[in-house]
């Protein structure tokens, strides 16, 4: 497929976003007026630029408010319209977005504004520049695509069709299944952006929250398909109006934009096998969803703080790897990784996650098709490689090939360790994430696009210093469970684990049992307080007694209508704290109503 992107969705001057863009491996931009009004080279020398760079400068945009009005405003129209075509000469580009009129229009008449249409295509062809009409979601009279066609039907000009822009079209709700009446020919250009769900004005939802896709809430992938079973052979064009996209690296988001276009093209192939018949079209190799937890890595100057954790909490010393100063602890299924190479100065952190999947070549072909960055990590000849790629908060994440039994084949580098001892825990539970508040769409991609994880859930939780939204990702299952958590922007700084810590989960098969044994070990968990166990009282039907345990071994506490989850918490030790869960039945949460009490404890420490 080819690819463009408006100029509007990155940082930065035009000429930076057009190396950006160039980085990221687009065939083509859109130029966006108000960014070439402000750049101090003339539209030759941008068009230069362009070149060089291999780009195409495939639309100009916008000309707002063209159609719908008097006769005397017209001619104001025409006149503008002719000093744009001349600039677009000089740029090189044959291609104008008109916007329905949203601010000048007077008569709401299909036979009105398709004449202005007409005239403004005879004046356009006189320039070699083509008209691709759009409909805006707040346009005054027109604001549907199936009424932009009927007026560019009645056109009936050979310099004069439609952009459809998904924002625009599913933003309203608009059926798409008209998308199949416009022949394809007519269809000059079309934009594409996702977005959340949300109850607002549909112009500030439309300036400030779009999304690239695969990101959002909208169908986009049928959206596509159906303007693909149409035949549209043009750019496929990302135009996301979002603030954080505008502050952040130009580059890095020009990345993350092309990656999430590599994502649709796949999505889209799948749902069209048969009826696209086109080559440029392809599928990303074939990879499911990661099948488990194979370890999960912390890394700090000095790891001792930890291992003495984990040894109150049960987990057995397996040893040190015979070339590098790591070490590992085990406690059922459960592998935990404590790493003190090449971390001088730094406070323990969750560095690294490894994934179980089960066909670690797909997913890293599946990986460079993406182009994300790549982890390194030196290894041996005798030693097991494992690749990796580095999420966008700087997390490495590695897959191997999940074993058919028993452990995998890496553990067997470590050394001198001691015997595997019995103990509640059984596996990883989950790993909590937290994101920089700039990162949080981009990794939502990485995880789907790349290892096939879903959005499960999303929430808010209160904090002390605010909100703390969380997005969960999962594959089909439960085997691999990640919230990803956003600290208030107050908070996010350029590492996010300095204000809202990171943590790792593990499941337990009797939690009451670990906590009482780690007691005896000297283990002192994160206090609860008094309050909290007053309010689980007063919202479930428990006994005193039971609330008096829960009291006493500092548990949290949830139920709803699947089953029961009961846990406990670690202090943090420098950016990272774990957490011992217990899921009765089918509980499929994480404990929501214990977090903001969690958050208000770590934040008195």
């Given at each position: ?196 769900r949300l109850s607002m004005d549909v112009l500030s939802w439309s300036r400030h929250h779009r999304l690239f896709p695969g990101e959002g809430d909208f169908d986009l992938v049928d959206f596509t398909a159906r303007i693909v079973s149409a035949g549209y052979t043009g750019p496929w064009s990302l135009e996301v109006f979002n603030d954080t996209f ?114 670690a070549e797909a997913v890293d072909l599946r990986m460079d098709e993406l182009h994300v960055p790549r982890a390194y990590r030196r290894t041996y000849a005798s030693e097991e490689r494992l690749d990796g790629a580095v999420a966008p908060d700087g997390t490495e994440v590695y897959w191997a090939q999940a074993a058919d039994e028993g452990e995998p ?174 899921r009765v039945d089918d509980y499929a949460g994480y404990g929501a109503g214990t977090a903001p009490v969690r958050l208000s404890a770590q934040g008195r420490r």
């Amino acid at each position: 497929m080819r690819t463009s992107m408006a100029t509007v969705c990155i940082s930065g001057t035009l000429a930076d976003k057009l190396h950006a863009c160039a980085d990221a491996g687009f065939d083509g931009v859109e130029i966006f007026e108000p960014d070439l009004l402000a750049a101090p080279e003339s539209p030759e020398e941008i068009a230069a630029l362009a070149g060089r760079l291999g780009l195409a400068l495939d639309l100009y945009q916008p000309m707002r408010d063209v159609e719908g009005v008097d006769e005397p405003a017209f001619a104001a129209v025409l006149r503008r319209a002719e000093a744009k075509f001349r600039l677009m000469n000089r740029l090189g580009i044959d291609l104008v977005l008109c916007c329905s009129n949203v601010a000048t229009a007077t008569i709401d008449d299909d036979a009105v504004s398709a004449a202005q249409l007409r005239r403004l295509g005879d004046l356009a062809r006189d320039y070699g520049i083509r008209i691709a009409f759009e409909a805006l979601a707040w346009g005054r009279f027109v604001d549907d695509y199936r009424r932009a066609w009927r007026i560019v039907e009645l056109a009936d000009h050979p310099a004069v069709g439609v952009c459809l822009d998904s924002f625009h079209i599913l933003s309203r709700g608009h059926d798409t299944s008209a998308i199949a009446d416009i022949p394809s020919e007519r269809i000059f250009f079309v934009q594409l952006a996702d977005a959340p769900r949300l109850s607002m004005d549909v112009l500030s939802w439309s300036r400030h929250h779009r999304l690239f896709p695969g990101e959002g809430d909208f169908d986009l992938v049928d959206f596509t398909a159906r303007i693909v079973s149409a035949g549209y052979t043009g750019p496929w064009s990302l135009e996301v109006f979002n603030d954080t996209f505008r502050q952040t690296d130009a580059r890095r988001t020009a990345r993350h934009a092309r990656r999430s276009l590599r994502w649709l093209e796949d999505a889209v192939s799948r749902v069209l096998p048969d009826a696209v018949g086109r080559d440029d079209l392809t599928m990303l190799p074939d990879s499911a969803a990661p099948s488990g937890v194979d370890f999960v890595e912390i890394k700090a100057e000095d790891t001792s703080a930890v291992e003495e954790l984990l040894g109150q909490l049960g987990f057995t010393s397996r040893g040190r790897h015979r070339t590098k100063p790591v070490t590992l602890w085990t406690a059922g299924n459960a592998r935990l990784v404590l790493n003190e190479q090449h971390a001088r100065g730094w406070e323990p952190r969750l560095a690294a996650v490894g994934l179980e999947v089960d066909d670690a070549e797909a997913v890293d072909l599946r990986m460079d098709e993406l182009h994300v960055p790549r982890a390194y990590r030196r290894t041996y000849a005798s030693e097991e490689r494992l690749d990796g790629a580095v999420a966008p908060d700087g997390t490495e994440v590695y897959w191997a090939q999940a074993a058919d039994e028993g452990e995998p084949a890496w553990v067997a580098e470590f050394e001198h360790g001691e015997p595997e001892r019995a103990s509640a825990v059984v596996g990883v539970d989950h790993v909590s994430l937290s994101q920089p508040w700039q990162a949080i769409e981009e990794a939502t991609l990485f995880y789907t696009a790349g290892f096939a994880l879903r959005v499960d859930s999303s929430t808010e939780v209160p904090g002390p210093q605010g909100l703390v939204a969380s997005r969960v990702l999962g594959a089909p299952g439960g085997g691999v469970r990640l919230p990803l958590n956003v600290a208030p922007p107050i908070l996010a700084g350029e590492r996010a684990g300095a204000a809202l810590p990171q943590h790792v989960a593990f499941a337990c098969s009797d939690v009451r049992a670990l906590a009482r044994s780690a007691r005896e070990r000297g283990f002192v968990p994160l206090a609860m307080p008094r309050n909290y166990y007053d309010d689980l009282a007063a919202r479930f039907e428990m006994t005193d007694a039971a609330v008096d345990e829960l009291r006493e071994l500092h548990l949290g506490y949830d139920r709803d209508h699947a089953g029961e989850y009961l846990h406990f918490y670690t202090r943090t030790i420098g950016e990272v704290f774990l957490e011992f869960v217990e899921r009765v039945d089918d509980y499929a949460g994480y404990g929501a109503g214990t977090a903001p009490v969690r958050l208000s404890a770590q934040g008195r420490r």
